[in-house]
């Protein structure tokens, strides 16, 4: 018992004794001078972050004389998308103007301004190919044009045959108009074929229906 207590003692004298290592570690006071510490903040393997920019960094500049160019070709462009509009729209309307209505479009001649159409000529052409009841049509809106331009009647797209009969009615011209109104109107909505010969004689009777018209006093 007295040897045990004997090495305790000695145990503890080493362990509090400042050449001991027991303990030694905990105790030590380590120190990191400031000129070393200056020295690895100096250093860049222990700088952690963006780089830093060049001290002459410059943006880079944009090529103007690219951009001047496209500039110029996007006006040129718009220029050129203008003309080709009033070409293509001048053209159009030359087109419309100068053609001349054929024979198919005759239904629709009531809804246009009869005063301007040419029906000289396309009766001619519509008798010469043979479609007499379009060319007998021709040839009552003419005179229902002649009797517009010597101002006794007044013609309207939408109005009807027997309205033009009553704008005529008591004068000179009600019983030859009448009967032009009831040969065109069997002839083409009876739908009633009619052959060269026929054609002639109802012609001349319009023909001579509308020389004999004069302006209304």
């Known amino acids: 018992m007295n040897r045990i207590i004997i090495y305790l003692t000695v145990a503890i004298c080493l362990g509090l004794s400042p050449t001991g290592n027991l303990f030694s570690k905990q105790n030590t006071k380590r120190s990191f001078s400031e000129e070393s510490l200056e020295k690895f903040q100096d250093d860049?393997?222990?700088?952690?972050?963006?780089e830093p920019l060049?001290?002459?960094?410059?943006p880079r500049k944009k090529n103007t004389n690219l951009g001047g160019l496209m500039e110029i070709l996007m006006y040129v462009a718009i220029v050129a998308l203008i003309i080709v509009l009033i070409?293509?729209?001048?053209?159009n309307t030359v087109s419309k103007s100068s053609?001349?209505?054929t024979s198919d479009e005759?239904?629709?001649l009531v809804e246009k301004d009869i005063t301007e159409v040419d029906f000289d000529e396309l009766i001619k052409r519509t008798a010469a190919s043979g479609d007499y009841r379009k060319a007998v049509r021709l040839l009552y809106l003419?005179?229902?044009?002649?009797?517009n331009h010597k101002k006794w009647i007044n013609w309207k797209p939408y109005k009807t045959n027997y309205e033009y009969q009553l704008e005529l009615?008591?004068?000179?011209?009600?019983?030859?108009?009448d009967r032009l109104t009831y040969n065109f109107e069997y002839i083409w909505y009876g739908h009633?074929?009619?052959d060269q010969a026929v054609y002639q004689q109802l012609e001349r009777g319009f023909k001579d229906f509308q020389s004999g018209i004069v302006f209304k006093k």
């Open 44 to 50: 860049k393997n222990f700088q952690y972050g963006e």
């Open 54 to 58: 060049p001290e002459k960094f410059e």
């Open 87 to 91: 070409y293509l729209v001048s053209k």
């Open 99 to 101: 053609r001349k209505i």
């Open 106 to 108: 005759i239904p629709e």
């Open 142 to 147: 003419e005179s229902l044009k002649t009797l």
């Open 169 to 177: 009615s008591g004068t000179k011209l009600q019983s030859s108009f």
């Open 192 to 194: 009633f074929d009619i």
